[in-house]
C-alpha cells in the first residue's frame, strides 16, 4: 500500500547546529505538508508544498518538495530549544480520496542547550 | 479559530469494554480523521470520513468501528478494548480540496487498557 517514509526517527543536536528531516514517498504527492508536535502536544500544521522543486521558507526553517514529488526535505539552520519536538510530513491518499492524509512515522528532535 | 475537540484527554478501560471516543469540529470541515499515536510508529489512520455517514478504512482499522451521523461528529469505537488498544488516539480534521488543506487536530485521548 501507499507508504510515507521519514528518516531519522530520532535526531540529537547541540543548540546552535543544524538539523535535517527527509521524507519519502512510495507514489507521487500532488503535494505534501509539514506538521509540529511538541512534547505533551498535538500536531501542528506548518506548510504545504505543491510544486515540483518548490522551495519555501519561514526564518530558520527551509522546506523543499523534490523534483519528482517523491520526497521532500525539513532543514532547520541553527537549532534552538524552541525546535524541540516530533516533525511530521503527510501526503495525500492516491487519487487524493476523501482527503485523506498519510503521515510518515516522524523524527523527533531533541537539543542540548 | 478552528477547534476540533476530543471528549477524554484521559481514559481507563477494562479490557473487554466498549469504549467511544468522541470528536467534535466546529468549522463545518467535510473530512474527518481517527489516528493513533505510538512511539516509533507516528501517526497511522485507523478510519476517516468524507462526508455523513461515509467512511473509509484507513491502514489500521482491525478492532475499531466510526460512526458519523452529524457532520461535525466523529466517533470511534472500540467494540471490545484489549490491552494492545492501548495509546494515545487523535481526531482531526480538515476542508476536502484536490490542492490540499492543513488538518486540524484535537488534544488527544490517552486511552490506557487494563
Known amino acids: 500500500g501507499q507508504q510515507v517514509m521519514q528518516i531519522p526517527q530520532y535526531q540529537h543536536v547541540q543548540e546552535g547546529e543544524d538539523f535535517t528531516t527527509y521524507c519519502n514517498s512510495s507514489t507521487t504527492l500532488s503535494n505534501i505538508q509539514w506538521y509540529k508536535q511538541r512534547p505533551g502536544g498535538h500536531p501542528v500544521f506548518l506548510i504545504q508544498l505543491v510544486k515540483s522543486g518548490e522551495v519555501k521558507k519561514q526564518k530558520r526553517l527551509t522546506f523543499q518538495f523534490g523534483e519528482a514529488k517523491k520526497n521532500s526535505s525539513l532543514h532547520i539552520t541553527a537549532t534552538q530549544t524552541t525546535d524541540v519536538g516530533t516533525y511530521f510530513c503527510?501526503?495525500?491518499?492516491?487519487?487524493?480520496?476523501?482527503?485523506?492524509?498519510?503521515f510518515g512515522q516522524g523524527t523527533e528532535l531533541s537539543v542540548k542547550p | 479559530d478552528v477547534k476540533v475537540t476530543q471528549s477524554s484527554r484521559y481514559l481507563v478501560k477494562r479490557t473487554g469494554e466498549k469504549v467511544f471516543l468522541e470528536c467534535v469540529q466546529d468549522?463545518?470541515?467535510?473530512?474527518m480523521f481517527w489516528y493513533r499515536q505510538d512511539p516509533g510508529l507516528g501517526l497511522r489512520l485507523i478510519y476517516f470520513?468524507?462526508?455523513?455517514?461515509?467512511?473509509e478504512k484507513g491502514d489500521i482499522p482491525e478492532g475499531y468501528s466510526v460512526s458519523r451521523e452529524k457532520k461535525e461528529r466523529f466517533s470511534l469505537i472500540l467494540e471490545s478494548a484489549s490491552t494492545n488498544q492501548t495509546s494515545m488516539y487523535l481526531c482531526a480534521s480538515r476542508l476536502s480540496g484536490w490542492v490540499g488543506t492543513e488538518a486540524f487536530f484535537g488534544q488527544g485521548t490517552r486511552l490506557t487498557v487494563v
Open positions: 470520513s468524507y462526508d455523513v455517514k461515509m467512511k
Open positions: 468549522m463545518d470541515h467535510e473530512n
Open positions: 503527510a501526503g495525500p491518499g492516491i487519487y487524493n480520496q476523501g482527503g485523506k492524509l498519510i
